[in-house]
T-cell receptor, first 110, second 115 residues
């Protein structure tokens, strides 16, 4: 059974204080690893897809990386508007659905 | 077309009542998914349609749950004889076959509270 574990559960940062969120996964035949951002009361918003170990993707202050066992979401010089829950998900084998982790709730203080 | 639309946004119902939610996907998207999310957890897969065909159902989808997508356009999710454990956010997402790399587009969800 596919498993996705995210850590930490919650993270509080001062504005400008860079950090990383972790996503560990156990799947049979990874087809893609996805990062989403979710604001309170809203659906997840797509950020990145990573396909193979060593791949990296960047968007503004966010950078996602992938190894054979985990993915990191690096946040550089975060701003209060980066506060949200960040979700990691995997797609494996022939499945169309995603298996999500429980998320990391990020709070960036001004 | 501004995205995936879900209605209602909120629903409060008494235990034992039936409820129905609607999802209107992005018009050109042929795949539609239903997920359920409880507080502090990530979304859990319920079911998936390609066009009008329901291709996969999770074991989470008990016989009280039924989903349809007539004519491959909007979809409905019905829960019969609701229980308190059904209280959750029900999320709909859509995608276009062959574009999996860009991820799903999710709607804002329907929050169900069973009292």
């Amino acid at each position: 059974e596919d498993q996705v574990t995210q850590s930490p559960e919650a993270l509080r940062l001062q504005e400008g204080e860079s950090s990383s969120l972790n996503c560990s996964y156990t799947v049979s035949g990874l087809r893609g690893l996805f990062w989403y951002r979710q604001d309170p009361g809203k659906g997840p918003e797509f950020l990145f897809t990573l396909y193979s170990a060593g791949e990296e993707k960047e968007k503004e202050r966010l950078k996602a990386t992938l190894t054979k066992k985990e993915s990191f979401l690096h946040i550089t010089a975060p701003k209060p508007e980066d506060s949200a829950t960040y979700l990691c998900a995997v797609q494996a084998g022939s499945a169309r659905q995603l298996t999500f982790g429980s998320g990391t709730q990020l709070t960036v203080l001004p | 077309d501004t995205g995936v639309s879900q209605n209602p946004r909120h629903k409060i119902t008494k235990r034992g009542q039936n409820v129905t939610f609607r999802c209107d996907p992005i018009s050109e998207h042929n795949r539609l998914y239903w997920y359920r999310q409880t507080l502090g957890q990530g979304p859990e897969f319920l079911t998936y349609f390609q066009n009008e065909a329901q291709l996969e159902k999770s074991r989470l989808l008990s016989d009280r749950f039924s989903a349809e997508r007539p004519k491959g356009s909007f979809s409905t999710l019905e829960i019969q004889r609701t229980e308190q454990g059904d209280s959750a956010m029900y999320l709909c997402a859509s995608s276009l076959a062959g574009t999996g790399g860009v991820g799903y587009t999710f709607g804002s969800g329907t929050r169900l509270t069973v009292v």
